[in-house]
């Protein structure tokens, strides 16, 4: 099994402020990585995927990149609807998750 | 464009098991653009892939899961199906069904999600 490990869990950050957030497969996954936004009550969204790729109508100001095993989400400039939790895919072999980071106002 | 819908009920009796109906619409079943999924999402925490199907039939499934689950598909109806068997209060959960691209491995379609519970 592959296991995805986010960091940090929980940012907190303000509007206007470029955040970065860090997923680690426990074995290589080439580019085969997405990105999810998830705000409370409703589905995820995608973002990203094949690491760098964005999704179609997500704004441009995030973006992903990363190959192997190290992978990371930026949003250069966080806007007041960007406050959510995101997640990390791979589907390398069967798709998992990585546990989320709620990026949170400060 | 496609849209996912699940349907079943929202209470489950334990050592019981769990029923849920994807319907597709906007779209056929059959395109083969999709692996059809379900995930589950106990409240406040994070996200579980369940299992997959493609429209051939072909499956796979969560080794934490795959002796309780079976997916199936009905092409006909342009759904897909959840069975989880011996459910407990663990499986209680807002079960989600999404289209995984062939192409990119991405969930990029969604259900609105449909919380059940286990409970007597």
């Known amino acids: 099994d592959i296991q995805m490990t986010q960091s940090p869990s929980s940012v907190s950050a303000s509007v206007g402020d470029r955040v970065t957030i860090t997923c680690r497969a426990s074995q290589g996954i080439s580019s085969w990585l997405a990105w999810y936004q998830q705000k409370p009550g409703k589905a995820p969204k995608l973002l990203i995927y094949a690491a760098s790729s964005l999704q179609s109508g997500v704004p441009s100001r995030f973006s992903g990149s990363g190959s192997g095993t190290d992978f990371t989400l930026t949003i250069s400039s966080l806007q007041p609807e960007d406050f959510a939790t995101y997640y990390c895919?791979?589907?390398?072999?069967?798709?998992?998750f990585g546990g989320g980071t709620k990026v949170e106002i400060k | 464009q496609v849209q996912l819908q699940e349907s079943g009920p929202g209470l489950v009796k334990p050592s019981q098991t769990l029923s849920l109906t994807c319907t597709v619409s906007g779209g056929s079943i059959s395109s083969g653009s999709y692996y059809w999924s379900w995930i589950r999402q106990p409240a406040g925490k994070g996200l579980e892939w369940i299992g997959r199907?493609?429209?051939?039939?072909?499956?796979n499934y969560n080794p934490s899961l795959k002796s309780r689950v079976t997916i199936s598909v009905d092409t006909s109806k342009n759904q897909f199906s959840l069975k989880l068997s011996s459910v407990t209060a663990a499986d209680t959960a807002v079960y989600y069904c999404a289209g995984l691209t062939v192409t990119d491995d991405a969930f990029d379609i969604w259900g609105q999600g449909t919380m059940v519970t286990v409970s007597s």
């Open positions: 895919q791979q589907a390398n072999s069967f798709p998992s």
């Open positions: 199907i493609y429209t051939s039939g072909s499956t």
